[in-house]
């Protein structure tokens, strides 16, 4: 297939090259309007979003909604990063929920420049080693987290149980 070019013909080798090379450009399987919105933007397209978008916090292993998350969360973690706030929009974006309890509010006053998380929930063990890693990004450089605890959750509802009791008597009537 002979490629016709736009160029004029005076136009140069490097010039003819270079328009023979971008001339797939644009039949780009991806919408370019929806590459920066992380809501609509290729799976493929999200690590490269959130590195634009100050996410300093990644893993492949996460799963789709929470790359989603970090990414829309980024602007907010960023403003206020160092902060008990940071920590908790940090965790909240990827699927946690985590209660930061700081030195001076915990009771008894805990050392100085330290904090305890609590998980609303369960955690595995990697899980855990994730949260920890992502507190760690999000807190201050002053602060040390001295440790994790994880609240299960509440189970309301209603709860039937029956049961029935069966025996049976076998009795021999005769002469021995």
Do not use: C
């Amino acid at each position: 297939m002979t490629f016709k070019s736009l160029l004029p013909p005076n136009a140069t080798p490097g010039e003819l090259a270079q328009e023979q090379v971008m001339a797939h450009v644009g039949e780009s399987p991806i919408d370019i309007r929806t590459v920066k919105n992380p809501d609509l933007s290729p799976v493929i397209v999200l690590p490269w979003l959130a590195w634009e978008s100050g996410v300093t916090f990644w893993d492949d292993a996460w799963m789709e909604s929470q790359k989603r998350g970090a990414i829309k969360n980024s602007p907010k973690v960023n403003k206020t990063r160092g902060t008990p706030g940071a920590v908790r929009e940090a965790l909240l974006a990827t699927g946690y929920s985590v209660d930061v309890i700081e030195w001076f509010n915990d009771t008894p006053p805990a050392a100085p420049y330290t904090f305890r998380a609590t998980i609303n929930g369960l955690a595995s063990e990697a899980a855990l080693l994730t949260i920890t890693n992502q507190i760690n990004d999000a807190k201050n450089a002053r602060s040390l987290l001295s440790q994790i605890d994880m609240k299960s959750p509440d189970i309301r509802g209603e709860f039937f149980m029956g049961g029935i009791i069966t025996g049976t008597i076998t009795a021999t009537i005769g002469t021995a």
